[in-house]
């Protein structure tokens, strides 16, 4: 009953946004000396387009954001010096800089940045832009989550103005992944080097600034904030993006993101035909979605794989806590976990395609591995795989010494096997899944008990009291490419689950992974680069410090009167491209 | 007394709508005592290639032979039906019923070590009364079981309560002055503690390796620890005036101890009220239990509780596809209904007015 009231009271509300002005389509601000060209089939301008969002924005602070319902608001208003084409997943020149240069020894990159463009609130852009969001993002004490992949053995790119459209970068070492991350945001100088000089540059651009004092170079930019009720953007009268014809891009008016409770009412919401289209289609939604697509007037799309994973891991920690000299995981335990047979047998135990049968209704694959088949010049499909197999995993356990009575596993010193999994309370998915495992594993003998968590004493679980034995989670994929996984990877990295941080590798598999991925990074011929890194793939999975569960097959919906629609597996599936977007004649 | 009985009777039985409300919860509470022999599987029997399977039809009548037969089921496929997953009968593969079958093993009456099952069918088919869960478990399996635990904490719940209610309303009552201000403010403290948030509080202090089964006495006994000021400050306003009665003022001249009158002469004259508001009282602890499984703060799976069973049906993409998995919001309705029935019935005919 709640949830069709608000279906009511969003409706009536989009009803009122229809009375909204028509934006004014600026042409007589002239087009940049260096625009953008954009190939796409030329649109018609106007229109709004309204989608749900079971999140909002917590900042809008481009370099402070670190989670999806604010990035992927500011990602709509921002632009790098590169870009990546979500399409054909290459680095594309459509960004701030319109070419760039790098030296013989592949470590000076020279970039030419677009002359005669403006910020939205007409400000212009150069170099000191680019030279300020360096100097913020290298500061140590704001130390955002991005810095992580501009840093190479520990040092910092060297970034020099050379004049007020030419900047030179320098890396420390040949950096193969280069053009990717520097596809980050840049932020205009003028608005926050105020804030950055007094030290609250966190607070800088937060939900409480008012639109008008932010400025932004993406194709739009934020006209309103109403919390819990919705984020308006606008189109930027000042975007350097143009058409074939020489329009000025975008040809949107508006995007609205309309706050909603939950998932339930995204999906209500498109069903209804009051948003424009649905990045994500739960499993359970999809037949009624399917059903009406027609009538809708829209079309799903269907990506087979997606990038993020989720998987269950083993606190390996073997160490004492300095503060407390306990061990921060019970030796006896710890003994178990750390034991690589014991790992792959409960890897083996898992039925993956019950949970898909259950759990995503049939609309799943099995997933083996840390890059998923959609990152395609990366996925090793060699890499070793732990189907199910009770025996296969019984095999192993009396292999290491594991002793099965009355249907209880023991350990070689009596010890029965049980454990905690951790999971986070707020998603049903994740607790399902644990306790069709926990149905698995009782087969072998072994207790698993359940402690579902908030998220926040979770993610305090896994990196700072390590009070843990094991955690199912799911790690969301950005980019495709080798260095996103990084920091899970590298045993110093601050999401390596199973023991971040450290300050040695704990195991030779753990320095060895260290060795190639630092190789990997340096080495710019890709066949060898790829080579390096399949064999990171086999090293992960033949040590299996994450088990894999299923990955959800992705459906996308949008009506088929927007023209341009390109669904991608990367992130932002389908508003990547929004400039391009337009409603065609009815 | 005698008479006293009969004519509650008399009233009683008058009353059509509360002796419906009776006998539904009679057989409530009898098929949730015996929910292991009426239930077809145990309460965590997967199968997952059977998710959300429909309601399997049972047939009585032989279309080839054409005639009446022992009660059977089709065997099932999944199919893909207008983009939905449907299990569709083929009506080659006959499963016959079986009766008083073995199964899974189960404690009858909660000790006694059984695997007779009241029916069912061969192994790998499956029959499914009310549908099946994502799990592919049998709703009605974990409806009987999950009444053993829904049913149930309102009844446990409710002692406590009363009990808590009678001590210290009785004796605030009675005694009156700084006792009756102690006992009435401190009622008051725990009346303002908001119960809900209380109960989360002590879920996330109670650590996982806990079993569900006390957790869900947690569950009761905080439920109930919230809830009994309420009655404790009704029965002290009754105590107050019954103390003043001629009967208690001669209990006292003869030299009666405190406490004996209190049990014998005052307590005894609440009773009405306490049996009246007991009754409508339960259905707030079922849906109190409802509230929290929903919450995931109370019964974990694997047991079942039908709180529990309803949180699936939290997603309305559900509801047209498999609407069986609403047969716990029916059976809630169904139940405090009969409760809110049974009760009205007995303060009707418990009402001393009537007598008149």
């Given at each position: ?28 601000i002239p087009l940049p000396h260096d625009p953008a060209t ?40 921002c632009e790098g010096l590169t870009t ?7 680095v594309t020149n459509q960004g701030l800089a319109k070419s760039w240069k790098v030296s013989?020894?592949?470590?000076c990159w020279t970039f030419n940045l677009r002359k005669g463009i403006y910020w939205s609130d007409g400000h212009p852009f150069t170099a000191d832009d680019v030279i300020f969001t360096f100097k913020v993002i ?19 790119f060297k970034v020099e103005k050379i004049d007020n459209y030419t900047v030179k970068i320098t890396t ?6 280069f053009l990717?991350?520097i596809s980050l945001a840049i932020i205009p100088k003028h608005k926050f080097e ?21 400025a932004w170079i993406g194709s ?16 930027n009268?000042y975007y350097f993006k143009i ?5 000025r891009l ?337 | ?356």
């Amino acid at each position: 009953m709640k949830k069709y009231a608000i279906v009511i009271i969003i409706s009536i509300f989009l009803l009122s946004c229809d009375q909204k002005s028509k934006v004014k389509l600026t042409q007589d601000i002239p087009l940049p000396h260096d625009p953008a060209t954009s190939n796409c089939t030329v649109g018609k301008y106007g229109g709004t387009l309204v989608i749900a969002s079971a999140g909002e924005p917590k900042t809008f602070n481009p370099i402070m954001c670190n989670e999806s319902s604010s990035s992927d608001v500011i990602s709509r208003m921002c632009e790098g010096l590169t870009t990546i084409n979500n399409k054909t997943q290459k680095v594309t020149n459509q960004g701030l800089a319109k070419s760039w240069k790098v030296s013989k020894d592949g470590k000076c990159w020279t970039f030419n940045l677009r002359k005669g463009i403006y910020w939205s609130d007409g400000h212009p852009f150069t170099a000191d832009d680019v030279i300020f969001t360096f100097k913020v993002i290298y500061d140590p004490k704001i130390h955002p989550a991005t810095v992580d992949s501009l840093i190479v053995n520990g040092k910092k790119f060297k970034v020099e103005k050379i004049d007020n459209y030419t900047v030179k970068i320098t890396t420390p070492t040949i950096y193969a992944p280069f053009l990717r991350v520097i596809s980050l945001a840049i932020i205009p100088k003028h608005k926050f080097e105020k804030s950055y000089q007094e030290g609250n540059f966190e607070s800088a651009y937060s939900v409480n600034t008012k639109p008008e004092n932010m400025a932004w170079i993406g194709s739009f930019k934020l006209e309103k904030f109403l919390p819990a009720q919705k984020t308006v953007l606008v189109r930027n009268p000042y975007y350097f993006k143009i058409d074939k014809k020489r329009n000025r891009l975008p040809y949107l008016d508006r995007i609205v993101f309309v706050a909603v409770p939950d998932f339930n009412a995204v999906s209500m919401n498109f069903l209804a035909g009051e948003t424009d289209l649905i990045d994500s289609i739960r499993s359970e939604d999809y037949a009624p979605i399917k059903a009406a697509e027609k009538k809708g007037n829209y079309t799903i799309y269907k990506i087979n794989y997606g990038l993020g994973s989720s998987f269950l891991w083993f606190n390996l920690r073997t160490d004492k806590n300095p503060k407390t000299s306990k061990y921060y995981v019970n030796p006896i335990k710890s003994k178990w976990f750390t034991n690589v047979e014991f790992r792959q047998a409960l890897s083996h135990a898992i039925d993956q395609k019950s949970i898909i049968d259950t759990i995503f209704l049939g609309m799943g694959y099995q997933r083996w591995g840390i890059d998923s088949p959609a990152a395609k010049i990366w996925y090793n499909p060699d890499i070793k795989k732990y189907p199910f197999s009770l025996k296969k995993s019984e095999q192993l356990l009396t292999k290491a010494g594991f002793i099965k009575k009355d249907n209880i596993l023991y350990d070689s010193k009596g010890n029965r096997v049980e454990f905690t999994l951790f999971t986070n309370s707020e998603n049903d998915v994740r607790i399902k899944i644990a306790n069709l495992i926990k149905h698995d594993y009782q087969k072998l003998g072994v207790t698993m008990h359940i402690n579902p968590v908030d998220f926040n004493s979770l993610v305090s679980k896994i990196n700072d009291t390590f009070d843990y034995e094991a955690c199912l989670l799911g790690l969301g994929g950005g980019d495709i490419d080798p260095v996103s996984h990084m920091n899970v990877l590298k045993s110093s990295g601050f999401t390596h689950l199973w023991w971040p941080k450290q300050k040695k590798p704990a195991t030779l598999w753990e320095a060895e992974i260290d060795e190639l991925m630092d190789k990997q990074l340096t080495t710019l011929e890709f066949k060898k680069r790829r080579e390096i890194y399949n064999k990171v793939q086999e090293i992960i999975m033949n040590n299996c410090p994450m088990l894999y569960l299923p990955g959800r097959t992705l459906y996308l919906a949008a009506k088929n009167k927007i023209g341009n629609i390109k669904p991608t597996v990367l992130e932002h599936r389908l508003l990547w491209n929004q400039e391009e977007l337009y409603f065609r004649d009815q | 007394m005698d008479s006293r009985k009969k004519r509650f009777w008399k009233y009683f039985k008058k009353n059509k709508i509360a002796l419906i409300g009776g006998g539904i919860l009679v057989i409530l509470y009898l098929s949730s005592i015996f929910a292991g022999l009426i239930a077809p599987y145990g309460v965590n029997n997967l199968r997952t290639d059977l998710c959300f399977h429909s309601l399997s039809k049972i047939h009585f009548y032989d279309i080839e032979k054409k005639a009446i037969s022992f009660p059977f089921i089709y065997s099932t496929k999944l199919v893909t039906h207008k983009y939905q997953r449907k299990y569709q009968e083929d009506y080659k593969q006959k499963v016959y019923l079986k009766f008083f079958t073995k199964g899974d093993s189960y404690k009858l009456l909660g000790f006694v070590p059984c695997n007779i099952h009241l029916f069912g069918v061969e192994e790998p088919y499956r029959i499914y009364l009310l549908g099946a869960d994502r799990f592919g478990r049998d709703i009605f399996t974990r409806l009987l079981y999950g009444s053993q635990i829904s049913l149930s904490i309102g009844l446990v719940g409710i002692s406590i309560t009363v009990t808590l209610g009678m001590i210290f309303g009785g004796l605030a009552g009675y005694y009156g002055g700084l006792v009756d201000t102690l006992l009435m403010r401190f009622c008051e403290l725990l009346m303002s503690f908001p119960g809900l948030y209380l109960i989360m509080a002590l879920r996330a202090t109670v650590p996982p390796t806990v079993p569900s089964t006390y957790m869900y006495l947690l569950t009761v006994v905080v439920l109930a620890l919230v809830h009994w000021p309420g009655r404790a400050r009704v029965i002290r306003g009754q105590v107050l005036s019954l103390r003043e009665q001629e009967y208690v003022i001669a209990a006292k001249a003869c030299g009666m101890s405190d406490i004996r009158i209190i049990l014998r002469h005052i307590l005894p004259n609440t009773f009405s009220y306490i049996i009246v508001s007991a009754t409508l009282a339960i259905p707030g602890y079922i849906l109190g239990e409802t509230i929290l499984s929903y919450l995931n703060v109370g019964i974990q799976e694997p047991q079942s509780s039908w709180g529990l069973m309803l949180r699936e049906a939290q997603n309305i993409a559900f509801w047209n596809q498999y609407p069986w998995i609403l047969w716990p919001g029916f059976l809630i309705f169904i139940t405090v209904l009969a409760f809110n029935f049974f009760g009205d019935g007995l303060r009707d005919a418990l009402d001393p007015k009537r007598e008149k």
